[in-house]
Structure formats: structure tokens, C-alpha cells
């Protein structure tokens, strides 16, 4: 029988999951489904739709991305500013009863891993990935290796400070309260905020490329074309002016693809 690996998207509105093979050629979407606004229904949810998975599949793994930080070695989420019921969530624990190997990671981090494994960043060593949904986050690759920062955080580019003292909250503006779906819903276009958040990050980072996804880009309310229009005046190194804006290719599974190549040692990096 196929060696088979489930990878899963806890994302803050949706929850994908999709069964991959041991060579990453075949890719199936399993399941989908609304994100439980508790974490007892979630959990109920995800293991209930492993439990039926294994009847179909063969698994030797479970990756699961997730919408926060998290500490890869204990498999517990930390911290889920969209989804504040799973802070503290003991993932491996609830997972156990199926005794497989479980991996967790960030839910950007996973998208990234995958474009530059499987899509769009294929070839590239350096390359930022941001993730436009419910929230905002990236992923960063340095020279050909994910980089995580000194405590598993790097990529949190969704709070970033963009005005230190909003008129209206008396609070810091960050990139995620003024670019992702909620400010979509007030206020509409939200390319030109995206666009001077991507700015500043080429300005930091000096990627070869920069990908875009989430549920923003593949439903057309963040265009690639023009958050680089917006972009590029931002951008301070001549040559950085060019650096490619563009979709990522997988599309929404991208993220349930990358927890699933967690499973794999020499894709974990």
C-alpha cells in the first residue's frame, strides 16, 4: 500500500486537509470545512475526519499548520491572536491516540515551504512569503533554509506597527488590522496597504522573490499586479525595484501541502 502523509490547515474561517504521497506527486484534497469557534468542537472535528482518512489511506504522518506561534518541539500553540480559544493548545496530546508522528508548524510557514518546495519559489534560496486571510503572516527562506528566529516566531510580518497611534483606538495600527479581511470588509481595496507592507519587508530582507497567498489572493481581493505597483516606489535599493511580486501556484491547499512535507526530514528546513 502507498505511503501516504495528511496534511492539515487550521486557518481562522477554514480547515483544509489533503493526503499526499511519500514522493510529493500526488495530492488529494480530502477535506474541508468551517473553523469551530471552540476548541473542543475543533478538536472533535479534526478527529473525527482523521479516524475516517485512515480507513481510505495507509498514513505514516500527520503535519498540522496552524494560525499562530508555535513551539515545534512540544507541538503546542503558544499563541492564536485570531483564534485566542487555541492558545495554549497541546496538539501532539490531542493527536496521540493515533500513534504517528506529528509535526506542527505555522500555518504561513507551511505555505512557504510548499511554494518553494512544490511552486512558485522552486529554484530560489531567498524568498518571502505573505499570507493575506483572516490575519496576516509570512514565511522567510535565507540561502536554501527556512528561517524561524531565535524563538520560532519570525515571519509575525501581520503586526508589524504601521502608525504607532491610531486616531480611532489610541492603539498601534499594525499591518493585519489595516490589511487583512476584516479592513477588506470596512473599508474595501486594501492593494495599496499590502503593498507598502511588502515594501518594507524587500527593504529588510532582500528576497529574490515574493509570493502571495491566503484566502485574499486566491478570492481576487488582493492582486499581485497591483501591490507591486504600490510596491515599488517604496522600495529603497535600485536593483530591489524589480523583485517579482507575484501568486503563489498551489492555491488554498498550499498551506495543508507544506504541514504535510513537515513530514519529511529534508524538507522540514
Avoid at 11 to 20: Q, T, W
Avoid at 158 to 169: K, L, N, Y
Avoid at 203 to 230: K, S, Y
Wanted: with cysteine; aromatic share 6%; hydrophobic share 40%.
Amino acid at each position: 500500500m502507498t505511503k501516504n502523509y495528511l496534511g492539515i490547515d487550521v486557518g481562522g474561517s477554514k480547515i483544509i486537509g489533503v493526503v499526499v504521497d511519500a514522493k510529493f506527486k500526488s495530492v488529494s484534497e480530502i477535506f474541508r470545512a468551517e473553523t469551530p469557534r471552540s476548541r473542543p468542537a475543533l478538536v472533535a472535528l479534526l478527529l473525527a475526519c482523521v479516524s475516517k482518512i485512515r480507513l481510505r489511506y495507509r498514513l505514516y504522518g500527520i503535519g498540522i499548520g496552524v494560525p499562530g506561534m508555535v513551539d515545534p518541539r512540544s507541538g503546542r500553540l503558544l499563541k492564536a491572536p485570531n483564534l485566542p480559544f487555541l492558545n495554549g493548545w497541546d496538539i501532539r496530546r490531542d493527536f496521540k491516540r493515533f500513534d504517528l508522528p506529528v509535526r506542527v508548524d505555522n500555518d504561513n510557514r507551511c505555505f512557504v515551504r510548499a511554494e518553494w518546495r512544490l511552486g512558485a519559489g522552486r529554484g530560489h534560496q531567498n524568498i518571502v512569503g505573505l499570507g493575506i486571510g483572516t490575519g496576516i503572516g509570512g514565511g522567510i527562506v535565507i540561502d536554501g533554509k527556512m528561517y524561524s528566529g531565535a524563538t520560532n516566531t519570525a515571519g509575525e510580518f501581520g503586526h508589524m506597527t504601521i502608525e504607532a497611534t491610531s486616531v480611532r483606538s489610541r492603539r498601534p495600527s499594525t499591518l493585519e488590522n489595516l490589511g487583512a479581511k476584516k479592513a477588506f470588509l470596512k473599508y474595501g481595496d486594501r492593494n495599496k496597504m499590502i503593498g507598502s507592507g511588502v515594501a518594507s519587508i524587500i527593504n529588510a530582507f532582500d528576497p529574490e522573490i515574493v509570493i502571495l497567498g491566503g484566502g485574499a489572493v486566491a478570492e481576487a481581493n488582493i492582486l499581485p499586479r497591483a501591490v507591486a505597483r504600490f510596491a515599488r516606489p517604496l522600495i529603497i535599493p535600485p536593483r530591489a525595484k524589480r523583485t517579482p511580486i507575484i501568486a503563489g501556484k498551489l492555491g488554498p491547499i498550499a498551506q495543508a501541502i507544506g504541514a504535510a512535507l513537515l513530514l519529511n526530514p529534508k524538507n522540514r528546513v
